[in-house]
């Protein structure tokens, strides 16, 4: 299965600033997710990333807010804008599977740890 | 749209004994079902996955699942449960068109010695 970085592992955040995380895979994949996990909670996803295209937000989650970028097969970055204590959470990225393993079977990045103050 | 529960938020069970953790779904076609583990400071690993066939289908660390169609569930067992898999456990759904996963709230599971 494909190995995935995700950069910053952590960060300590300042209300209403923005950040930006990599997400880097080591292989060509198609499909491409961002998920959030909230404190205690369990994963929602925010959006399907696209190559090439506008990314693909679930219902709750906004451009604006989420803003997303894919300018190849094995890079995505999501960013946080104009934090807020509610943004703290694990932002994970996924990637889908082969079609012989499964293009739905997904292989996560270790995780972002954001803590906004 | 495609949804899952898992009834049990929490479950402790001694270590040795067997274990069972509930799963049950909504989801408008045939479903691909998943199990994925998150260890404390460890990211997301896949136990098992169900697409078609044998309804009863193994996975890592000894884990097995079963598809029930008719109860529209996919209960996660292990028959001997060790120290190690301590852990949330997530059940999730796939959307065999889009790629995409819709994950229960999860189960932690703490094993007594």
């Known amino acids: 299965s494909a190995v995935i970085s995700q950069k910053p592992s952590r960060d300590i955040c300042q209300r209403g600033t923005s950040l930006t995380i990599q997400c880097q895979v080591d292989s060509q994949v198609t499909m491409m997710f961002w998920y959030r996990q909230q404190p205690g909670q369990s994963l929602t996803l925010i959006a399907t990333?696209?190559?090439?295209?506008?990314?693909?937000?679930e219902s709750g989650f906004v451009i604006d807010k989420f803003p997303i970028s894919r300018p190849n097969l094995t890079f995505s970055t999501l960013t946080v804008s104009n934090m807020s204590p509610e943004d703290s959470s694990i932002y994970l990225c996924s990637v889908g599977g082969t079609a012989s393993a499964g293009a739905n079977v997904l292989t996560f990045g270790a995780g972002s740890r954001l803590t906004v103050l | 749209a495609q949804s899952v529960t898992q009834p049990d938020i929490h479950i402790t069970v001694s270590e040795g004994a067997s274990l069972e953790l509930r799963c049950n779904y909504s989801?408008?076609?045939?479903?691909?079902l998943f199990w994925y583990v998150q260890s404390p400071g460890q990211g997301l690993q896949l136990l098992l996955k169900y697409f078609s066939g044998d309804t009863l289908v193994q996975g890592i660390k000894g884990f097995e699942a079963e598809f029930k169609r008719s109860q529209s569930s996919f209960n996660l067992r292990k028959p001997s449960v060790h120290w190690s898999d301590a852990a949330e456990y997530f059940c999730a759904v796939g959307d065999p068109n889009a790629g995409k996963s819709t994950f229960g709230d999860g189960t932690t599971l703490t094993v007594k010695p």
């Open positions: 990333a696209n190559q090439g295209s506008e990314a693909t937000y």
């Open positions: 989801y408008g076609a045939t479903p691909y």
